[in-house]
């Protein structure tokens, strides 16, 4: 679903209950409001994340605020053990509910119950819209090539990153 570099993909998944579309991001990902957005416009309804450091109460409540402003479903696997990533693997409704959260500290594999129906029924009332209506963004994920951050390193090449 996902390639190195600028882009960002949904895929629609067969699932025993029906398709579902979903997104996927990795732990910086959840960090910043402009991916689970920019998913959420591409049709995502549920996001799922890969993560890798401990996540502390301030670190759950970001998460749950993606799924509620995006009006989207939330669910990340968190590495375990006590310096790894300390588990509290979580997942939220698009409404911000918790559907589960994984113990501190040790290896669990926490089962989230999420009603594709009540999701899709909540994502068409004018609240749920309202929160994910498509505003200008900036594209964030395809390179702009804007000659104030253009730099050519010592050896004469670019040192943009592209």
Request: charged share 20%.
């Amino acid at each position: 679903m996902t390639a190195p570099g600028n882009r960002l993909f949904v895929a629609v998944l067969d699932t025993a209950v029906g398709n579902v579309t979903v997104g996927s991001m990795i732990c910086a990902d959840r960090e910043y409001p402009e991916t689970p957005r920019i998913l959420a416009e591409m049709g995502a309804e549920v996001l799922l994340v890969s993560n890798a450091c401990t996540l502390t109460d301030w670190h759950l409540a970001m998460f749950r605020t993606r799924a509620y402003a995006n009006s989207v479903a939330v669910a990340m696997a968190n590495y375990g053990g006590v310096v790894a990533g300390d588990g509290r693997s979580p997942a939220y409704d698009a409404q911000g509910r918790q559907l589960a959260l994984g113990p501190p500290g040790t290896e669990a594999i926490p089962i989230a119950h999420l009603d594709l129906d009540a999701l899709r029924v909540y994502r068409a009332t004018p609240e749920a819209r309202a929160r994910r209506r498509s505003r200008p963004v900036v594209a964030l994920c395809n390179p702009v090539k804007n000659p104030a951050f253009l730099h050519v390193n010592p050896l004469g090449r670019p040192s943009h990153g592209m």
